[in-house]
């Protein structure tokens, strides 16, 4: 199913909007293609990707900038609310402690219907548990949006895409 990703998003033919099976699919498995296409977006702007072995440390991926590695924790949301908000959660499933500076570098949080991305440092997470985003929402704007496909912060221009 991954590689199947990969190759759709190769050819640009494959768009998050369009995955209805992604619904389907069970949290872990949501999760596991949202680092897959975390991997094939940063690789494409450039970045080098580097998955930890197992699955026990509190961050999914490396990144190297060129100038550093970062631990980079990948979220993902394909439902929004009523409103048009997608929220994202600051910590993880197994425990309720919000990340910090100890645990990862940034939150990476992927809007799949959308088919944005947020690149938020964990700084953001010092008094907040989680945010919420309205990517499209014409009435309502997120403190957050200025995260919207922010790859520069990994400390590499990258001609945002």
């Known amino acids: 199913m991954v590689g199947d990703l990969m190759a ?3 050819t640009g033919e494959w768009r998050a909007r369009d995955a209805e099976w992604w619904r389907e699919l ?3 498995r949501r999760g596991e293609m949202a680092e897959a296409a975390f991997l094939h977006k940063a690789s494409r702007l450039g970045f080098g990707v580097a998955k930890p072995w197992g699955d026990s440390d509190p961050y999914d991926l490396i990144v190297d900038s060129g100038r550093r590695l970062w631990r980079v924790q990948v979220k993902s ?7 048009g908000g997608y929220t994202f959660h600051a910590h993880g499933n197994a425990h309720k402690k919000v990340y910090s500076w100890k645990d990862i570098d940034m939150l990476v949080a992927y ?11 964990v700084s953001v997470f010092r008094r907040i548990k989680s945010m919420k985003l309205f990517p499209v929402s014409r009435r309502r704007r997120s403190t957050f949006e200025v995260y919207r496909e922010a790859w520069e912060l990994f ?3 990258t001609g945002r895409r």
């Open 8 to 10: 759709a998003a190769e």
């Open 26 to 28: 069970t949290r872990k």
């Open 77 to 83: 949301a394909y439902r929004c609310d009523k409103y």
């Open 111 to 121: 809007v799949v219907p959308e088919d944005l991305w947020y690149v938020v440092p």
């Open 155 to 157: 400390g590499k221009k």
